[in-house]
């Protein structure tokens, strides 16, 4: 089956920096990748995702590349606050429609300091 | 408009107990899926429950089982509870045959804590 690996684990940043949090899936047929963000305590909310048909997606701040060659997608965020202070799951998914698992990275805790 | 609901929030069970934990689906979603977040973990597909049937499942033993109802809302079961399901159960919906976008996207409820002593 489908493998996310999602690096690193933990990312500690100045505010007004930027960070960058790498997965890598195993399954070529994999077509969608979101990301969610978890603040301690909560629900992960979608933040971001990209279809397999696109190489880059912005959102403000927030910003999703995808390389299917190489078999691996990044989240940038750029001009980090304190409040992108979370984990940050990565994970893949195949198939046509919203009838589809996601299988899901190990999450990065991002510390955005002051 | 509500979201994806979860009961109970908490709940403390002993080894070899039972536990059921409860979803209501976002409005307008049909398909409800579960899934196990242990403690620094990212979540793990349980099963997927569409048209009151699994339709996939995951690497989970027996023990785990679940329903939908006509109302599409959901049940997770778990029977002879062991010390390692003590994990956050999420409930997720989303809208089967479209694709993940805009409007649907897979939506989490808050989740059910579950502490197995």
């Known amino acids: 089956g489908e493998n996310v690996e999602q690096h690193p684990s933990t990312l500690s940043v100045q505010e007004g920096d930027s960070a960058v949090i790498k997965c890598t899936y195993s399954?070529?047929?994999?077509?969608?990748f979101p990301w969610y963000k978890q603040e301690l305590g909560k629900r992960p909310q979608l933040i971001i995702d990209?279809?397999?048909?696109?190489g880059e997606k912005k959102d403000q701040r927030i910003a999703v590349t995808l390389n299917k060659t190489a078999k691996h997608f990044s989240l940038h965020i750029t001009e980090t606050q304190p409040e992108d202070s979370a984990v940050y799951f990565c994970?893949?998914?195949?198939?046509?429609?919203?009838?589809?698992?996601?299988?899901f990275g190990t999450g990065t805790q991002l510390k955005v300091e002051l | 408009d509500a979201g994806v609901t979860q009961s109970p929030t908490h709940l403390i069970k002993t080894r070899g107990q039972q536990v059921t934990l409860r979803c209501s689906p976002k409005s307008g979603h049909d398909t409800v899926s579960w899934y196990q977040q242990a403690l620094g973990q990212g979540p793990q597909f349980i099963f997927q429950?569409?048209?009151?049937?699994?339709?996939q499942r995951g690497n989970f033993p027996d023990r785990f089982s679940g329903h939908q109802f006509p109302n599409y809302s959901s049940e997770l079961n778990v029977n002879a509870l062991l010390l390692g399901d003590s994990a956050l159960y999420l409930c997720?919906?989303?809208?089967?045959?479209?694709?993940?976008?805009?409007?649907?996207?897979?939506?989490f409820g808050a989740g059910s804590r579950l502490t197995v002593l």
């Open positions: 994970a893949a998914s195949k198939g046509r429609g919203g009838g589809n698992k996601l299988t």
């Open positions: 429950y569409y048209e009151e049937e699994e339709r």
């Open positions: 990209i279809r397999s048909n696109v």
């Open positions: 997720a919906s989303s809208l089967n045959g479209q694709p993940y976008s805009g409007a649907n996207v897979l939506t």
């Open positions: 399954d070529s047929a994999s077509n969608y």
